[in-house]
Structures are given as structure tokens and as C-alpha cells.
């Protein structure tokens, strides 16, 4: 579920979500119940294969050390294949920040109040 772009006479990659400096984007279809991580570990396989030069991520910083960024994104992902709950709060973290980005301002008893219903 990403769509990656990868120019090859100069190895520039477009990653979207699929692999940033230090990680990836959240996994939505694993919330869902369908087995995605072994999506996600296929991805980072086909990126290596590029051997890209240079990644343009969907968030963060271009950059290059792309073995570093792959190892990164690789023990992420480990854990998360370990501990689903831990992939499951991270989303809950960046799902939360998002609705934050939207209001700006909110006051907590608000906040609570939306979040409630997803117990």
C-alpha cells in the first residue's frame, strides 16, 4: 500500500512512507487485521535492490546513507513483528498528532472527549 518512484540514470528515490531516515510510515492494513508487515519487509527488500543514491521520504530530510536508513527501518519493523501492540500505540500516537495538527488548539477535557469512543 505505497507507491515508491525511482529515477535510475542518478539512483534518486521518491519513498513516500515506505522508508525514511529512521523508519517508516504507519502500517494501516496491520490495524485492520491483515497480515501487511511482510509487505512492508518486501518493500524494503525491493528499495535495497535499487540501491538508491539519494531517498526523498514522504517526511524528514532527503538523504543518503540508505543502509543506515534500511537497517533502521528493518529493526523497526522486527520490532513490531514481535510486538504488534507497540505498532498499534504508534499509530494511536501519529492518528492523535494529526487530529492535534488539525485543531491547533484544543482544551484536554476536548481532546479526551474524542478519544473516548475509541476505547
Known sequence: HSVVLFEPRHRVLLSADALWENGFGV???ELEGEHAFEDVAAT???IAGLAPRTVVPGHGSVFTDVERALG???RRLDGFVRAPERHALYAAKVLI????LEW???PLARLHAW???TR
Not at 498528532?97 to 492535534?100: D, V
Open 27 to 29: 502500517v494501516f492494513p
Open 44 to 46: 524494503l527488500d525491493l
Open 72 to 74: 533502521a527501518a528493518r
Open 97 to 100: 498528532k494529526y487530529k492535534l
Open 104 to 106: 491547533q488548539s484544543v
Open 115 to 117: 478519544a473516548e469512543p
